[in-house]
């Protein structure tokens, strides 16, 4: 099936009617890591992360991509957007912000 085909070999897929949350600022990387349980991403590199909920059951699954130093796209359920956003913000301090982002990839 073509999501084999993804886990085992190369492929491309589809993302464009996901939601996209830009995470920026200075404390983008620390926002990140304690949402997504310590995870950790080079500039360039994207991974899948997990937000665990208070029960240690998955809250969210989001891919990760890291544009910068301080900037990272977050790719999500589209169905899931409104509360990803919240899910972010209220985590968030004064030195990142998080918002929309539709037309980014």
Not at 27 to 53: K, P, Q, T
């Amino acid at each position: 099936t073509e999501v084999n085909a993804l886990r085992h070999r190369a492929g491309l897929a589809d993302w464009t009617s996901n939601s996209r949350l830009l995470v920026d600022g200075d404390d983008a990387e620390d926002l990140v890591s304690r949402v997504f349980d310590g995870l950790r991403i080079d500039v360039g590199r994207c991974e899948m992360g997990m937000a665990l909920s208070m029960t240690s059951g998955v809250e969210t699954a989001m891919l990760i991509v890291r544009n910068g130093p301080n900037r990272y796209l977050a790719i999500g359920d589209a169905q899931r957007e409104t509360a990803d956003e919240l899910l972010l913000r209220s985590k968030a301090n004064g030195r990142v912000t998080v918002e929309e982002r539709h037309s980014a990839l």
